[in-house]
């Protein structure tokens, strides 16, 4: 339901072509929010889905590696509506290999997309809501940031950092009308997370069900994967004016896994 609590602001959601930043994407525009869309692949879909949701939309291709592309997009996004008010920094890719045997390519690529991007696009959207006064900056971490699990060093490592970033930032905002919170999902069911359903089912030789309820049973308690939409409302909820005083938290929707 539409009911434009967020009228009149623009959201930019890195990596919104799919899964989570798509979600939470749909969600601020159910609110009202202007979109700028961010991620590869096809963009018109997921930019028809949000018009079709009554508000405007843009796109931006910029690769999150690339500090000159990110800089692009921020001043694109501030051509089309004066600048970003909602920022969801969601863009991640994962790798999955033990320290030792972990490429360094892949290693840099994790640190940048899911760390350092979100310094980037941070770093130049408060001066507009440090001037307005009014800001939301919204990481999207992992329960990852909060535990580790065995093969995903660059992963872990980069989600605890964009946990550390969340913190600083909420305090370098504490007594303005600008707040910066993390999100840490557990599972939920997107391309990104599909990868590793089928390569557990490939590995066993089982099918993709039983990869999948092995999956959730390792780690998170409820056996239930989180959705897009159900993050998306947590994200709504970090805009809303009840929330101004939540600053600094990393939040996880995870079905019990970090409560073990
Ligand atoms: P996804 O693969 O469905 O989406 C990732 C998005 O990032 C896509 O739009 C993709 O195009 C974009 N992207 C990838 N590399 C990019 C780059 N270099 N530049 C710009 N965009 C790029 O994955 P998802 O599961 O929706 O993941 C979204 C975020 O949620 C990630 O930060 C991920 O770490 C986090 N997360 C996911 C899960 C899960 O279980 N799926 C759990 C916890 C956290």
Redo the contacts with the bound molecule.
């Keep these: 339901m539409t009911t434009h609590t967020l009228k009149g602001k623009t959201a930019l959601v ?10 939470i994407a749909k969600a601020l525009a159910q609110q009202g929010a202007n979109i700028v869309l ?4 096809d963009h018109a879909g997921p930019q028809a889905e949000i018009a079709a949701l009554g508000v405007q939309t843009a796109y931006h ?6 500090a000159s592309e990110i800089e692009a997009m921020m001043q694109f996004a501030a051509e089309q509506w004066g600048g970003v008010d909602i920022l969801v ?6 790798h999955v290999a033990s320290v030792e045997d972990f490429p360094v390519e892949r290693w840099d ?1 994790i640190i ?3 760390l350092s ?1 979100a310094f980037h696009t941070s770093r130049l959207a408060l001066p507009y809501m440090k001037q307005k006064n009014w800001g939301r900056i919204i990481n ?5 940031g909060l535990v580790a699990s065995a093969q995903k060093s660059a ?1 872990v490592a980069a ?1 605890h950092g964009i946990v550390g970033l969340t913190k600083v930032t909420a305090l370098e905002t504490a007594t303005t009308g600008v707040t910066c919170n993390a999100i ?10 599909q990868k590793q359903v089928d390569a557990k089912a490939h590995a066993l030789g089982i099918s993709n069900d039983e990869a999948t309820k092995l999956l959730l049973g390792e780690k998170e308690p409820s056996l239930q ?2 959705t ?1 939409e159900e993050l998306g409302e947590l994200a709504v909820f970090f805009c809303s004016k009840s929330a101004q005083n939540v600053r600094g938290v990393a939040w996880n929707m995870d079905g019990g896994w970090t409560a073990q």
């Design positions: 890195t990596g919104s072509t799919s899964g989570i930043g798509l979600g961010n991620g590869f692949g291709g910029a690769d999150m590696s690339k920094n969601n863009a991640g890719i994962q690529a940048a997309i899911n991007s999207v971490a992992s329960v990852h992963y989600k840490c999902p557990g599972w939920v069911l997107t391309p990104l997370v994967f989180t897009p």
